[in-house]
């Protein structure tokens, strides 16, 4: 396995988008392509698939998945997948991708957290259309009760909410484990 320092400086490529530099590393030095491969780092446990995602690194992602073969559905200590980065930081050609290349729409993190949920936060309507158009569930419920759309209402992107209502006139009609309504939410 490679030290922290090398880790430290794998991650370092992938926040500033240095595919070639990254090739390099991983070429030279099979602990490194163990760890890229496998390996989770820091506190949360995050794969180098969660660092491309998060940073919005297209090229980095189909290197890792495409040349590499990294499991797309590789999860950190809160169970978050790539998908989950990419759709929570608007980047939507790296959500796109992970999409096409068969990540799990509805896949939950801790405390029940979809990718859609995710989008929601981030006022990122094209994010949330990709999602929704490829097949994620309005109708799913965080750990506290919260659906998308309670989320969306929180948020208050008058954009998103009307496209979830226009996808789902029924969305709206939903409770919490509290008996909170997406309307209770609105900010």
Not at 97 to 120: E, F, N, Q, S
Request: hydrophobic content about 35%; charged content about 30%.
């Amino acid at each position: 396995m490679a030290n922290e320092g090398k880790i430290k400086h794998l991650i370092r490529l992938i926040h500033e988008g240095r595919l070639s530099h990254l090739k390099e590393e991983v070429c030279k030095d099979e602990g490194v392509r163990a760890a890229v491969l496998k390996g989770r780092f820091g506190r949360s446990g995050d794969t180098v698939l969660h660092y491309a995602a998060r940073h919005g690194r297209l090229e980095i992602l189909k290197y890792l998945v495409d040349e590499l073969g990294t499991n797309i559905e590789l999860v950190n200590s809160d169970y978050k997948r790539a998908l989950h980065e990419a759709a929570s930081m608007g980047h939507r050609e790296c959500t796109r991708y992970l999409i096409a290349k068969g990540a799990r729409v509805d896949c939950l993190k801790k405390a029940d957290w979809t990718p859609l949920m995710m989008a929601c936060t981030r006022k990122n309507l094209e994010v949330v259309k990709d999602l929704i158009e490829s097949g994620a569930s309005l109708r799913l419920k965080n750990k506290d009760g919260w659906s998308s759309f309670h989320i969306a209402c929180r948020e208050g992107d008058p954009e998103i909410i009307q496209y979830l209502l226009w996808v789902s006139s029924a969305t709206w009609d939903v409770e919490s484990k509290i008996n909170r309504t997406p309307l209770h939410t609105a900010g």
